[in-house]
T-cell receptor, first 109, second 114 residues
Framework: RKEVEQDPGPFNVPEGATVAFNCTYSNSASQSFFWYRQDCRKEPKLLMSVYSSGNEDGRFTAQLNRASQYISLLIRDSKLSDSATYLC??????????FGTGTRLQVTL | NAGVMQNPRHLVRRRGQEARLRCSPM?????VYWYRQLPEEGLKFMVY????????ESGMPKERFSAEFPKEGPSILRIQQVVRGDSAAYFC????????????FGPGTRLTVT
């Protein structure tokens, strides 16, 4: 079983739509959680950290459910520029980050 | 403040040659991480270094791969006797003291082994 599992997609949505991505992780000792964004053939960039209390940054909302070992990302009012691969990332006590394979989003006109 | 720099951006090597990938962390960062991304796969941790020390190399293949982060100069990931399976994007990240999970990634080096 992969440490971090994501639906690879692609998710094809029209501009203005709301889209949600989910991710599960296998290591219950994981302590830190993030969503990264990766554009084609570019480096990953931190989108937001994820907390149990939930956190929001503009059109983006992230949620963590420790009991179910489940992380979500909600994007409201999708823009063309949101088209990218979204990476779910977890980390334990060590400094290394464990990445999911990513969920591809394509926003269309 | 320049970001993480990696060079070369693209590297082509024939089977059996050596590949040297360089990474300069962000100014003020003394922690460096190397990750590898194979085609259509997620990033996989390879090694974590601080100045002159390897902290965690649990993701490094046992043979042919080595990494260093000298007191002066960039971090180097060295792959000896490359094989076709080494073809991948190699990303370096750096973090400031006290914030190991605040990792900033460089643009990567795309290694192609022919």
């Amino acid at each position: 079983r992969k440490e971090v599992e994501q639906d690879p997609g692609p998710f094809n949505v029209p501009e203005g739509a709301t889209v949600a991505f989910n991710c599960t992780y296998s290591n219950s000792a994981s302590q830190s959680f993030f969503w990264y964004r990766q554009d084609c053939r570019k480096e990953p960039k931190l989108l937001m950290s994820v907390y149990s209390s939930g956190n929001e940054d503009g059109r983006f909302t992230a949620q963590l459910n420790r009991a179910s070992q489940y992380i979500s990302l909600l994007i409201r009012d999708s823009k063309l520029s949101d088209s990218a691969t979204y990476l779910c990332v977890v980390s334990g006590t060590a400094s290394k980050l464990t990445f999911g394979t990513g969920t591809r989003l394509q926003v269309t006109l | 403040n320049a970001g993480v720099m990696q060079n070369p951006r693209h590297l082509v090597r024939r089977r059996g040659q050596e590949a040297r990938l360089r990474c300069s962390p962000m100014k003020g960062h003394s922690h460096v991480y190397w990750y590898r991304q194979l085609p259509e796969e997620g990033l996989k941790f390879m090694v974590y270094l601080q100045k002159e020390n390897i902290i965690d190399e649990s993701g490094m293949p046992k043979e042919r791969f080595s990494a260093e982060f000298p007191k002066e100069g960039p971090s180097i990931l060295r792959i000896q006797q490359v094989v076709r399976g080494d073809s991948a994007a190699y990303f370096c990240a750096s973090s400031p003291d006290g914030s190991p999970h605040e990792q900033y990634f460089g643009p990567g080096t795309r290694l192609t082994v022919t």
